[in-house]
């Protein structure tokens, strides 16, 4: 009997590690950093990216986030990383092994769109595009695994 590795399980293992990020806002500026996922318990990556966001202004910000990664059946959850229960971002399910995923997150009145693209394990794309009363943008943010 062969038991097959599901898509998402796959990519969950092979996030753990460095990666360098280029993340572009249009009509306000360019982040580059760095990001970790690193192993926080089974089924569990703790994500953090720190990096220096350039304003198209010439203005610089420090800026970083968190994460929480969970491993779950047939999905990856992406939740926030703060004190109290589980807040979900976004749930991952891929379409097809190296593949994509979508999922929308509302936020107040803002919608969060997110298109994640998995090409192969050393890269992959995140589309967001952000809507409300007050927001209409969109974030492309590419992930190269950093080499050693």
Known sequence: MTSEVR???RLF???PGEWTITRVLPGIGRMTGSARFRPAGAGLLHYREDGRLTLHSGQSLEVF????????EGQIRICFAEPGPP?????????????AASDVHLCGADTYA???EFP???RFTIRM??????KDYSI???YERAVS
């Open 7 to 9: 898509p998402e399980a």
């Open 13 to 15: 293992a092979a996030l």
């Open 65 to 72: 986030r968190e994460y929480h990664y969970r491993l779950e």
């Open 87 to 99: 807040r979900t971002f976004h749930v991952l399910r891929l379409d097809e092994p190296g593949g």
């Open 114 to 116: 997110g298109r994640y």
């Open 120 to 122: 192969d394990d050393n």
């Open 129 to 134: 595009r952000v809507t409300g009363p007050q």
């Open 140 to 142: 492309e943010t590419a």
